[in-house]
T-cell receptor
Framework: NAGVTQTPKFQVLKTGQSMTLQCAQD?????MYWYRQDPGMGLRLIYY???????DKGEVPNGYNVSRLNKREFSLRLESAAPSQTSVYFC??????????????FGPGTRLTVL | KQEVTQIPAALSVPEGENLVLNCSFT??????LQWFRQDPGKGLTSLLL?????REQTSGRLNASLDKSSGRSTLYIAASQPGDSATYLC???????????FGTGTRLKVLA
């Protein structure tokens, strides 16, 4: 049981390049999330997926796109990377979004630098 | 819009001390509130989730309380140990949603 896995762990991009961050969970969770963490700003929600086939914007969605490929996988795409997107990106999942909500389980993060 | 504040930003205590970390939020119409621990260079680990109908939740030496009317939650750590050194974050959702807003955390150092 690996929990939430993210690839890659580290990435350096040049301004304007594109890339996709991958996330997978093996806990049969319905909901998945993408956050970014910046010094002094805490974690901020980029996008989330309440269930397979649905996605919704979070607090800071500009410059990003997501795909909920299936129940296990939720990817984050940067189409044209900018230095402001330099951050640590975390994927998380939870069993459900409805009702009282559920504990979120986090991946180890991807450290992205955009030059 | 939900805002989450954590005070203090950093705390250093000797081993064995009981301590309280504070979290305040501006929008009290929340489904739940979560406390997390983050070790340097790592992801977040969930510590406690308090549903809106609960007043407190306990796990081992940790006890979290929730007072929606005053917009506050506290995390109590009993008999602190050097292994408790980490950053502690709380998260509350924006009213009527599951879009979580995180505080910037309290960086705790427990001295042996």
């Amino acid at each position: 049981n690996a929990g939430v896995t993210q690839t890659p762990k580290f990435q350096v991009l040049k301004t304007g390049q594109s890339m996709t961050l991958q996330c997978a969970q093996d806990m049969n969770h319905n909901s998945m999330y993408w956050y970014r963490q910046d010094p002094g700003m805490g974690l901020r929600l980029i996008y989330y997926s309440a269930s397979e086939g649905t996605t919704d914007k979070g607090e800071v969605p500009n410059g990003y796109n997501v795909s909920r490929l299936n129940k296990r996988e939720f990817s984050l795409r940067l189409e044209s990377a900018a230095p402001s997107q330099t951050s640590v990106y975390f994927c998380a999942s939870s069993y459900r979004l409805g009702g009282g909500g559920d504990t979120q389980y986090f991946g180890p993060g991807t450290r992205l630098t955009v030059l | 819009k939900q805002e989450v504040t954590q005070i203090p930003a950093a705390l250093s205590v000797p081993e064995g001390e009981n301590l309280v970390l504070n979290c305040s939020f501006t929008d009290s119409a929340i489904y739940n509130l979560q406390w997390f621990r983050q070790d340097p260079g790592k992801g977040l680990t969930s510590l406690l989730l308090i549903q809106s109908s609960q007043r407190e939740q306990t796990s081992g030496r940790l006890n979290a309380s929730l007072d929606k009317s005053s917009g506050r939650s506290t995390l109590y750590i009993a008999a602190s140990q050097p292994g408790d050194s980490a950053t502690y974050l709380c998260a509350a959702p924006t009213s009527g949603t599951y879009k979580y807003i995180f505080g910037t955390g309290t960086r705790l150092k427990v001295l042996a």
